[in-house]
Every structure is written in C-alpha cells, then in structure tokens.
C-alpha cells in the first residue's frame, strides 16, 4: 500500500482520486444494488410489505451512515493524519479505539429497536399489517448490528492506508450472496420456504458477520501498515475519532431524520402514496453510498496530505472529487428526471403508486447532484478533521424541510409540495458545503 501513500501525496490529482476512487465506486455500489433487490422481492408479496419496508429504511440508511460514514469516517481520518505524520503507534491506537466505539454504538441500537420499535412506528404513522411487519423487520435487522458496524469500521480502516481493493472485494461478494440468501428467504428460491418480508433482514445478517470475519483476519495476517492489538484506553485517541466522529453523528441524525420528515408527511396522504415516495425516494437515498465510493477516497487522502503539511493539494483534492461526484450524479439525475420509468419499471406496483413515485422523481432528480458534490465535500472535511460548519449545514437543511412538511400537512396541502421541499433540502445541500470550503477551516494549516 505504499505506493498508493506515494500517489495520494506526490502524484497527480485527477489521476489518483479516479484511480482510488473505481475500485471503492464498485465495492461501495453493492449497497444500491442491495437495496434494490431487497425493494424488489419485498414488492412480490405487496403494497402492505413494501410501505413497512419503507418506515424501516431510514433508520437503517442513518446506521449504515453512522457506521460507514460518521464513525467510519472519522475512523479513516483519524488513523490517515497520524499515516501522514508517520506515527503508526497513535494509527493503531486509532484503529482499535473505533472498534470499541463501534461495539458500543451498534448494542445501543440492537437495544432501542429490539425493545422500542413499535413507539417509533406508531408516530410515524404506522398501524395494523403495515406496523407489526416493520416491527418485525427491524428486530431482526437491528438485532445483528454488531456485524454490519464491525464491517464498515474495519473496511474504514483498509481505506485509511490506502487499500481500497480488500474491502472493495469483500463488499463485492458480500453483496452477492447476501442477494442470493435475501431471495431464497424471501421468495422461496431452490425449494426452500419463504420467510416472509424478514428474509432480506436475515440475509443482511448473516452475509455481515461472514464479511467482518474476513476482513478482521486479513487484518490481522495479511496487512501490514495497521495491527489490530489491544491497548490501554487513551482519551487522545478517542477524542481524535469522535470530534469528527460526533458531529458525524449528528450529520447522519439531520439526513435520515430528513428522510424520516418526509415519510411522517407523505404516509398522511396514505399506504399508495407512502409506497410511491418509497420507491422514487429510494433512488435518492443510494446517491449517498455511491457518492461515498468518492468521498472516502477523499477522506482518506486529504487526511494523509493534512497530516503530511500538504493543506493546498488538500483542498484540490476536495474540489476535485466533488466535481465528479457533481457530473457523475448530474448525468443520473437527468436521466430519470427524462425517463422514470428507466427506475419504475423494475417494480411491480399499482397505477397510483406509480404516479407518486414518478411526480417525486421528476420534482426531485434534478438536484441529485447538488446534494452529491456537497456530501462528497463532508467527506473531504473528515479528512481534514473539522466538520462543524459542514454539520450546521445538515441541522440548516433538515429544519426547513421540516418547516416546508409541517405547512404542507397544517393546510392539506398536495403532496408535490413535500417534493419540492426535498429538493430545496438538496440544494442547500450543495450550496451550503461549498461555501464551507471557502471558509477559515480551509485557509490555515491544521
């Protein structure tokens, strides 16, 4: 991994974020792939399932956010600027203090929604059929978080070398059985018997602790710049991770809440119109895993050039990354803003459902790459170590969404209004993280 070091620090910009950033874009890419399949052997058993699935994924998408973006990303930045200064005793000590946080934080939520799943449904405006599956589904999603937190902090830790195949290929493979298990539990494929709408939940389980056994051995046997071994509890180390890792937090809080706004707003106007926003929202939120094939590159390398002393190609490499995540989700957007039907036609739903879900992928698409160049600037501002502006811009965005969604259901108002209230929240979005970069956080050597 040391000649990536080398690129990440001497070599060409453009050159190496793109080289950095396939092979993470194609392992990160298994995660919209899986949420896809799951939405489409969910749609097989019907509108009921589908609308449960929808109340459940966003405070999945806030864990995965936690733990591979917030936790993870600060996990990456923290061990990356001690690399840079060349201080691999206080990157070890990084990498083992993120695996105690992880622990902790993932049995705080196998604990809130083993036990408190139906008080979160019911204010979300859940009940009979559409309740007791999102209960169910998320008991036993939440149930082996442990796994899915472990992957994400151990991938983080690859990436903050410079290895981005391993957890690329893990990802890759994980990807493939957790759909192949997902549509035998789910649909009753090779003969065996359907489980119901929990069969991705225990797809997801079991490929995550089969991934994070893999990725903790070659930790530990094949990779050479980071060993994994205990050590005695440093508040420096923790300190490090969690002033990036805690206002991570709180980013993934405001975007997921964001998500989870809208649901309340949009399940008013009932199960149909919830269904829609599920689908055509559920192309919206997987801007964000593919954006942080981009983004952790950038986090990882800007963190190594900060702790090198190199803030200038630093910040280079911030601006370059969020131009392609710019015109790479731009060119998405476009196309099912022109063709939802390109995104509509892998689902089974009814013609109601259908014309919610393409009103909010026309209304919305647009800005897709608004909020994917601005989140692709947060993961810059990881690696540099300083997210507070960044975090101000999520709390900005997740309280006039709000606003919009509290008018918009005050004054039965149609539901399009929501969808440009999503919109503005983008391109706040976008707005607001480029002007972060032209602040002082940006202007003086760490």
Not at 53 to 75: D, E, N
Not at 165 to 178: E, L, R, S, W, Y
Not at 384 to 407: D, E
Request: charged letters at 10%; aromatic letters at 14%; glycine letters at 10%.
């Amino acid at each position: 991994m040391k000649n990536n070091i080398d690129i990440i620090l001497k070599g060409s910009v453009f050159k190496m974020v793109c080289k950095l950033s396939l092979p993470n874009f194609l392992g990160v890419s298994s995660m919209p792939i899986i949420i896809f399949m799951d939405a489409f052997f969910i749609s097989k058993l019907g509108n009921i399932e589908l609308a449960s699935l929808a109340l459940v994924f966003p405070f999945l998408t806030v864990m995965q956010m936690m733990s591979a973006g917030a936790i993870g990303g600060a996990t990456t930045s923290s061990i990356s600027r001690h690399l840079g200064k060349s201080n691999i005793s206080e990157a070890n000590s990084a990498a083992w203090h993120a695996i105690i946080i992880a622990i902790v934080l993932s049995l705080i939520y196998s604990m809130f929604f083993l036990f408190f799943p139906d008080y979160i449904f019911i204010k979300m405006g859940a009940k009979g059929d559409v309740l007791e599956n999102a209960i169910w589904y998320a008991q036993v999603s939440f149930g082996g978080a442990i796994f899915i937190w472990l992957v994400y902090i151990l991938s983080a830790i690859f990436r903050a070398t410079g290895d981005v195949i391993t957890p690329a290929i893990v990802q890759i493979i994980g990807c493939f059985f957790q759909i192949i298990f997902a549509g035998t539990l789910t649909l009753g494929w090779f003969g065996f018997s359907s489980i119901g709408i929990i069969g991705p939940a225990v797809a997801m389980v079991i490929s995550h602790f089969i991934m994070a056994l893999y990725l903790m051995v070659n930790l530990q046997l094949k990779q050479k710049i980071i060993k994994l071994t205990p050590c005695s509890i440093s508040l420096s180390s923790f300190k490090d991770i969690m002033k990036v890792g805690g206002g991570g937090l709180i980013n993934s809080i405001t975007i997921a809440g964001t998500v989870a706004v809208v649901t309340a707003a949009v399940s008013k106007h009932g199960v149909e119109a919830l269904a829609g926003y599920g689908l055509g929202s559920r192309l919206e939120i997987i801007i964000t895993p593919l954006v942080f094939g981009i983004g952790s590159v950038l986090t990882a390398s800007v963190g190594i050039n900060v702790g090198a002393q190199q803030l200038p190609r630093a910040k280079m490499i911030a601006w370059t990354g969020a131009f392609i995540s710019f015109c790479v989700v731009g060119l998405l957007g476009a196309t099912v803003t022109i063709y939802p039907d390109i995104w509509l036609n892998n689902f089974e739903s009814s013609s109601l459902i259908r014309d919610y879900a393409t009103s909010y992928l026309i209304i919305v698409a647009p800005f897709y790459c608004f909020f994917a160049a601005g989140q692709t600037l947060y993961f810059a501002s990881q690696g540099l170590g300083k997210i507070f502006y960044p975090v101000i811009v999520g709390i900005i965005r997740l309280l006039s969404v709000s606003i919009i969604c509290y008018y918009v259901t005050f004054y039965d108002l149609s539901l399009n209004f929501v969808f440009y209230g999503v919109s503005f929240g983008l391109l706040a979005t976008g707005l607001g993280l480029w002007m972060c970069m032209l602040g002082p956080d940006w202007k003086k050597q760490i």
